[in-house]
C-alpha cells in the first residue's frame, strides 16, 4: 500500500495478562517520541487517544477459562470500531497496547471492512490457546486463536466477522514457546510457524520474505509485534520474557523489510511493561521499531 499517514489509537488494557504493568505500555511508548518520531519520516500523525478499558479490581473476573472476557471484548469492540474508521480514512492505524489481547480488535477492525486477512505475528508464544486449551485462563494467550475463529462463541461480536484472518496467510515469528493445544491447531490449519531455530539457520531475511508471500494478496496485511518477540536482553520491559530471540538488529531488518513490501496495513506494538523495564528501555526500542516498520532508512 505504500507510506501512508498514521493514527495513533492507544489501549491500556491489562485484564488478559497474568501480571500488571502492561496497562502503562501506551504511555510510556508515546513518552518515548512515537509521534515526533513517524512525522520525521514526513508521514503526518493523529493521535486518537485511549479507548476505554475496565480496571480488574472493579469488574467481576468470570470464567477461569477466559479470565476478564467480557470486559476484554468490550474494549476490543471499541479498537475495531476505531480501527476501523481509520481504515476508512486512508490511514494507517497503529494499536498500542495493553496486552495482546487488544489484537482481536485490531484485526477485528481490519476484517470488518475488508474480509479475513493476514497476519505476521512476532511473538514468543503462540497466542493460539483457547478456552479449552488455555494453562493459565489469560486471554492474552488466545487472540490469534480467536481472530481464526477457533475459540468459543464468547469471542464472537458484530464489531468484526469471524474468522478475522486467514490461516493460509498468517505467519508466527520469532516463537520459542507453544502449547499442546497451539500445536494441533498449527497442524490442523497450516499456519506457518518460524522458531527461532529457524530464523538462526535461515536468517531473517529469508524468513521474512517467504511469510511477506504468504500475505502478499490479502485483504488488508496486519503486523502484531509483542515486544517479547526480541531478547529480554535489549527488551526487558515485558510480562513474559523467554530467553533466546530476536536481537535488535534482526528486529530492525524484520521491521525494515515490512517496510519494503509495501503491505503493512495496520500495525499493533504490545506487552511493553515498564515496571518491569529499565529506564524507558523497551518503550523507547519499540518506537524504533515502529519507525523502521514505517519507512525509516538510514540513507
Not at 233 to 241: E, I, K, Q, R, Y
Request: net charge negative; aromatic share 4%.
Amino acid at each position: 500500500m505504500g507510506r501512508r499517514n498514521v493514527a495513533i489509537i492507544g489501549a491500556e488494557l491489562d485484564l488478559g495478562a497474568g501480571r500488571r504493568g502492561v496497562d502503562m505500555g501506551p504511555s510510556a511508548i508515546r513518552y518515548a517520541g512515537l509521534g515526533d518520531k513517524i512525522e520525521a519520516l514526513g508521514l503526518e500523525v493523529a493521535d486518537w487517544g485511549n479507548v476505554e478499558v475496565a480496571i480488574p479490581e472493579t469488574v467481576a473476573t468470570g470464567s477461569e477459562r477466559a479470565r476478564f472476557l467480557g470486559d476484554i471484548k468490550a474494549a476490543c469492540e471499541q479498537i475495531a470500531g476505531r480501527v476501523a474508521e481509520a481504515s476508512d480514512l486512508g490511514l494507517l492505524p497503529l494499536v498500542l497496547g495493553g496486552d495482546h489481547s487488544i489484537a482481536l480488535g485490531t484485526v477485528g477492525g481490519m476484517a470488518s471492512r475488508r474480509g479475513a486477512g493476514a497476519a505476521l505475528w512476532f511473538d514468543a508464544h503462540g497466542d493460539l490457546n483457547t478456552p479449552d486449551t488455555t494453562p493459565s485462563g489469560n486471554v492474552h494467550g488466545m487472540p490469534l486463536a480467536a481472530a481464526l475463529g477457533q475459540a468459543e462463541d464468547g469471542f464472537r461480536s458484530d464489531a468484526w466477522p469471524l474468522p478475522a484472518l486467514d490461516p493460509s496467510c498468517v505467519s508466527l515469528i520469532g516463537v520459542r514457546s507453544l502449547d499442546d493445544g497451539e500445536r494441533r491447531i498449527v497442524r490442523e490449519l497450516g499456519i506457518a510457524v518460524y522458531t527461532m531455530s529457524e530464523l538462526d539457520r535461515r536468517g531473517v531475511e529469508d524468513v521474512m520474505r517467504e511469510a511477506l508471500g504468504r500475505a502478499r494478496g490479502a485483504p488488508f496485511v496486519h503486523v502484531s509485534l509483542d515486544m517479547d518477540a526480541v531478547d529480554p536482553d535489549v527488551a526487558p520491559g515485558v510480562g513474559t520474557p523467554v530467553r533466546g530471540g530476536l536481537s535488535y538488529r534482526e528486529a530492525h531488518l524484520a521491521m525494515e523489510l515490512v517496510a519494503e513490501s509495501g503491505l503493512l496495513d495496520s500495525f499493533e506494538i504490545v506487552e511493553v511493561n515498564p515496571i518491569l523495564d529499565r529506564v524507558n528501555e523497551t518503550a523507547e526500542l519499540a518506537v524504533e521499531l515502529a519507525a523502521s516498520a514505517l519507512g525509516a532508512r538510514i540513507l
